[in-house]
């Protein structure tokens, strides 16, 4: 298990790193990191209809969690041997379908017509990454945490295109796509896989410059409603949300 | 084998042989380098004729003929001529569609009638079961004469016979005003052979039989009939068409039923906003909370810039 990790992470590398020779030089300098992960994402649009028997999101698409994929860029500001600060960006996918309804005038709900709703989460954030047990220890495990600022650029569609829907009471029409500002939280572990293989390790540092290559897993909090607006709603979700990938450090 | 067979003759048998042999020599085949393709005037597939075409006294084609190395003159000809897919054959035909006066290298020529095509191949039927795919052939006659050696420019057509077998609708899911067919390709029989670039339409009809509204032609998946009437419960059925146009039968009919019946349905944020909810879309701080993740990125950018 611990070997198919190892070479899930480092299967971009390994070819180049394959073919090179054996390698004593020291690590190179670092600047940065990438990283991908997935999480399972709810948004907590039904928080604004507690006492509904029938709350919108639920009601449409149901309580699964679709995927939201997500990567960051980040560059690092400040290394020291206990750690280091990364400020960066970052940029996502998530959408979710469901299918519409229609009430009859006996009260009978007929599920039909597909309708999605789609966000694009982008953000910028600073985080600091616990080096100091690897550099010290050598144990394989680096704590972080990490704030963000966060954009999460919405739509909504029904069968023809981006919705709209008209207020029956002053005619005002309200297009269902926007975008919704907020804040996140994150702490998480991540497992330095470089650890499990330090010649390798070595090897990708000098092929293609990756010096570490960590699997991470974390817990984030957030809020995406306007910063509290009372007319916005709250994309975030209502739970500390997981989320799991890898991240490369160069 | 002629030549050490011949070699190996008595001297009279060997000279009569090659006596007889020296009239084919004189008559070799040169396939000029170029192509002739034709297009079928009525459904405009190219390189295709469908059933109907294909036993039509009066379709007709384009043929366009494509030869290089060629120097047309006054009074040269191309005979256009068909084979069957073996190809084009050695010596000019006496039986062909029509001859053609040459007017350059490159020449398109219309009025081409089907079924002399097809007859010109050997097509037996033209309600036969599978393709009979049959080589075009464009002899080019010097002078308007046949020529000692064989010119030919040669290319392949379809009379594309097949039909597709009738389609499977495996669910119908209503919306405002419309259905979506999800419909899949039937399973072909000894009658029913077409598969290869089948498309579909489906058909809704209103109780009673009356006009039916028809949607796609597209491939296999949804195919939508739109422009329904909302509480109204359809009929739906579906059918194939091969490539080049022939009608395979209609699908067994789904519904009517809840799920044929187009509805006002109302869509996530119809639902949201009509149970009161606050958001109004668009941007909610304006630029200013736009501008955090742009002023991230050029920090970057400068960042990366002061690096000696």
Known sequence: ?250 | MAGPALAESPPMLRRATLLLLLPGFALGQTTIAGTVTASVTTQGVAGQANRVECDSATSTATWNIVATGVTVSTGDKWRLATASSSGCGTTVPTTYIQDQLATGSTQSISGVFVRPMATGASVGSCTQVNDVQIALCAYYLPGGVVPATVQVVTGTFNFQLAVPPKPVITGVSPGDGRLSVAVVPGTTTANETATSGVTFTVTCTPPGGGTGITGGPGNAGNIVCSGLVNGTAYTVTAAGTSSAGNAGASSDAFGPSTSTTPLPFLNFWDVYKSDGGVEEGGCGTGGAGALAPALALLGLLAARRRRP
């Open chain 1, 1 to 250: 298990m611990k070997s198919a990790i190892v070479a899930l992470a480092l299967a971009l590398a390994l070819p180049a790193a394959a073919q090179s020779p054996v390698v004593t030089v020291k690590e190179s300098p670092r600047w940065g990191s990438f990283q991908v992960s997935l999480s399972p994402f709810s948004p907590d649009i039904d928080s604004e209809f507690t006492n509904a028997v029938h709350p919108p999101y639920a009601t449409i698409f149901g309580t699964g969690r679709p995927l939201m994929v997500q990567a960051q860029f980040n560059k690092s500001v400040w290394i020291t041997e206990y750690g280091t600060l990364d400020i960066g960006v970052g940029a996502g996918f998530w959408e979710a379908w469901g299918q519409g309804y229609y009430q009859g005038t006996d009260g009978t709900v007929i599920r039909g017509g597909s309708t999605s709703l789609m966000i694009i989460p982008v953000q910028a954030q600073v985080g600091y990454r616990f080096e100091w047990f690897y550099e010290r220890f050598n144990v394989p495990l680096e704590p972080y945490v990490r704030g963000a600022l966060l954009d999460y650029i919405w739509s909504t569609s029904g069968q023809s295109g981006v919705s709209s829907w008209t207020s029956p009471l002053d005619g005002v029409s309200y297009r269902g796509s926007g975008a919704t500002f907020g804040w996140s939280a994150t702490l998480g572990l991540a497992i330095v896989l470089d650890a499990f293989d330090t010649s390798l390790s070595r090897q990708m540092d000098y092929d293609v410059g990756i010096n570490r290559t960590l699997l991470f897993f974390d817990f984030t909090r957030s809020s995406v409603n306007d910063f509290g607006s009372t007319k916005s709603w709250q994309l975030a979700p209502s739970y500390w949300a997981w989320s799991a990938g890898l991240q490369f450090v160069f």
